[in-house]
Nanobody, 121 residues
Framework: QVQLVESGGGLVQPGGSLRLSCAASRSIFSIATMGWYRQAPGKQRELVATITSGGGTNYADSVKDRFTISRDNAGNTVYLQMNSLKPEDTAVYYC???????????????WGQGTQVTVSS
């Protein structure tokens, strides 16, 4: 069991920056892939970025070179630094943790409650 709590969302003008935080209730980064997802009104949830337990990262094409995912193992926190924000980035952003279970055919998948990001003039 793990709880994830997002923070850092808000209203920002196009071209501005925000840093989102996802605090985990216990240490999981050694085994889990952490991810940021987002969902805009009328659209499906989409992957934004992931970071594996080994530190490898992956980004959606729409955010490459603008967003950076990172983690702080000591603080059990994963971050999403968002620069050069566009109105199209407006969405609720969700933190996700996923890892394989020791039980065959099982896995673990947890989500935070989400934080709103609005990019508008």
């Amino acid at each position: 069991q793990v709880q994830l709590v997002e923070s850092g969302g808000g209203l920002v003008q196009p071209g501005g920056s925000l840093r989102l935080s996802c605090a985990a209730s216990r240490s999981i980064f050694s085994i889990a892939t952490m991810g940021w997802y987002r969902q805009a009104p009328g659209k499906q949830r989409e992957l934004v970025a992931t970071i594996t337990s080994g530190g490898g990262t992956n980004y959606a094409d729409s955010v490459k070179d603008r967003f950076t995912i990172s983690r702080d193992n000591a603080g059990n926190t994963v971050y999403l630094q968002m620069n050069s924000l566009k109105p199209e980035d407006t969405a609720v952003y969700y933190c996700n943790a996923h890892w394989a279970s020791i039980l065959p055919g099982r896995n673990h998948d947890y989500w935070g409650q989400g934080t709103q990001v609005t990019v508008s003039s």
